[in-house]
């Protein structure tokens, strides 16, 4: 599972929900009061979260946010209900909260990171070379038949994948099934 880092101004605070969160399992990566602390130790982790408040030492949640990188979420702390709306990345915990709230939600957005990470890592690495003799020649038809590049080629198999709700590789061998009546 991905790491957590808890950011607040005042490191006391930081630290007693660093440790609601170690006393329930999900124990933090880092604990730290400045946005530069908190990316440092974001990217040092492949995935995770970071639960902050609105305004840190050196900057707030915009400026963090900006610079995370991309398997990194944000649960945002905040008594104001109109803070952390502009972003998919930001779950927003209303001030007050109680204990099962924090950890069902830290629990919540990091499982959601590792699913998006397998679903990233799962795609063309695993295909094997007869899929990709497929795909390969599915682009071919579709360039020489349709005058299009390579990139185009693969869009174009993506997008009709896409819209019919099936596979690439089904796509693909839609498209090969085709040219061969052809």
């Known amino acids: 599972m991905g790491g957590i880092i808890v950011a607040l ?8 929900i660093a440790d609601v969160l170690r006393k329930n399992g999900l124990p933090p990566r880092d604990v730290c009061s400045h946005v ?9 982790a492949e995935s995770g979260v970071v639960i902050c408040t609105a305004q840190l030492k050196d900057g707030n949640y915009r400026e963090l946010l900006a610079d995370l990188p991309s398997f990194f979420d944000m649960i945002l702390l905040s008594r104001n209900p109109d803070v952390g709306r502009e972003s998919s990345q930001i779950l927003r915990l209303p001030i007050p909260f109680t204990t099962s709230d924090l950890v069902n939600t830290a629990e919540m ?14 795609t063309a690495a695993k295909r094997t070379p007869e899929e990709k003799k497929i ?31 099936t596979g690439l590789l089904e796509t693909a061998r839609m498209i090969l099934l085709l040219e061969s009546y052809r």
């Open 109 to 122: 957005v990091l499982a959601q990171n590792e699913r998006k990470i397998g679903r990233k890592k799962s």
């Open 135 to 165: 795909l390969e020649d599915a682009k071919k038809v579709l360039m020489l038949r349709n005058d299009m590049t390579e990139p185009e080629s693969y869009r174009y198999i993506q997008k009709c994948s896409m819209d019919t709700g």
């Open 9 to 16: 101004p005042k490191i006391q605070e930081a630290a007693r």
């Open 36 to 44: 530069c602390d908190a990316l440092q130790a974001a990217h040092a």
